[in-house]
């Protein structure tokens, strides 16, 4: 079973506005990544946030994390087309590093 | 500085047929995992490896999967025999240290006939 599970399933927007994606998860984790994926290619690493903290910044990224609620999401400021991607969010389950993705989000930013 | 490098990037086999991935990490990198990517059942961990060692493969789906690592820069995925339904992409991604971001190679596509 899936540990993340993210929302909504596909986001279409304007280039231009943010983009939130939201993910949620079962069990206590030592921290969530978020990943991208173009179509047909691999995964990238987005961020990485711990457990212990709440907020992290990279460039136009902005991720959450609210441990109570076990829920995280991640805000994409000022898309850009080349934002295009699915967005996954992955949690270790308190595993260490066994991650376990979620279903995705696809997002589609129109110019 | 060279990505996780896969091969083959595509295949195509018959049922029966015995397939082999290929996967080399990024030099340095003491984790190594294996994940298979379906429409249905979304990217899935097969397994993975600690410094060669297997650690937890409880996703390999059945006998027919086994994975092996002899050295710290090259791993294999090997399904045989292959059936219809192991049609994926399958994922290689390494990382170092514990708990840290993994970085994933391009993938495997295959499709068994």
């Known amino acids: 079973s899936q540990q993340g599970e993210e929302d909504p399933q596909a986001l279409s927007i304007q280039e231009g506005e943010n983009a939130t994606m939201n993910c949620s998860y079962k069990t206590s984790i030592n921290n969530l990544q978020w990943y991208r994926q173009n179509s047909g290619r691999g995964l990238v690493h987005l961020i990485l946030i711990r457990s212990n903290e709440r907020e992290k910044h990279s460039g136009r990224l902005r991720v959450t994390l609210d441990t109570s609620k076990k829920s995280s999401s991640l805000l994409i400021t000022a898309s850009r087309a080349a934002d295009t991607a699915s967005y996954f969010c992955?949690?270790?389950?308190?595993?260490?590093?066994?991650?376990?993705f979620g279903a995705g989000t696809i997002l589609r930013v129109k110019s | 500085d060279a990505g996780v490098i896969q091969s083959p990037r595509h295949e195509v086999t018959e049922m029966g047929q015995e397939v082999t991935l290929r996967c080399k990490p990024i030099?340095?990198?003491?984790?190594l995992f294996w994940y298979r990517q379906t429409m249905m059942r979304g990217l899935e961990l097969l397994i993975y490896?600690?410094?060669?060692?297997?650690?937890?493969d409880s996703g390999m789906p059945e006998d027919r999967f086994s994975a092996k690592m002899p050295n710290a820069s090259f791993s294999t995925l090997k399904i045989q025999p292959s059936e219809p339904r192991d049609s994926a992409v399958y994922f290689c991604?390494?990382?170092?240290?514990?708990?840290?971001?993994?970085?994933f190679g391009p993938g495997t596509r295959l499709t068994v006939l």
């Open positions: 490896f600690n410094n060669n060692v297997p650690i937890d």
């Open positions: 991604a390494s990382s170092f240290g514990d708990y840290n971001e993994q970085f």
């Open positions: 030099s340095g990198h003491d984790y």
């Open positions: 992955a949690t270790d389950g308190g595993y260490g590093n066994k991650l376990v």
